[in-house]
Nanobody, 116 residues
């Protein structure tokens, strides 16, 4: 059974930092491209950042470029999202996503709240 378990969310003041983690199990983690998505209340889920299976390529939404960094440790089956200079508009539930060909899995999400 595939599981993606996010952690690290919480309440932080604007300008602060958080580091999200997503621990994967039940899959061959090193095969999967990993992404972080987020969904704010009343809004559609949006892609935040993606990292390729070997970690050689990353991509970011324009809204987080220069502030967020995605990384992975294939030995630990874990993907991370370092979030710096957080803004109130970053408030959302953050989801981990794993993709390999037609296989796609989601985590349960972790809440990030940024106060002004």
């Amino acid at each position: 059974q595939v599981q993606l378990v996010e952690s690290g969310g919480g309440l932080v003041q604007a300008g602060g930092s958080l580091r999200l983690s997503c621990a994967a199990s039940g899959l061959t983690f090193s095969r999967y491209a990993m992404s972080w998505y987020r969904q704010a209340p009343g809004k559609e889920r949006e892609l935040v950042a993606t990292i390729t299976s070997a970690g050689g390529t990353t991509n970011y939404a324009d809204s987080v470029k220069g502030r967020f960094t995605i990384s992975r440790d294939n030995a630990k089956n874990t993907v991370y999202l370092q979030m710096n200079s957080l803004k109130p508009e970053d408030t959302a539930v953050y989801y981990c996503n794993a993709v390999w060909f037609t296989l796609r899995y989601w985590g349960q999400g972790t809440q990030v709240t940024v106060s002004a």
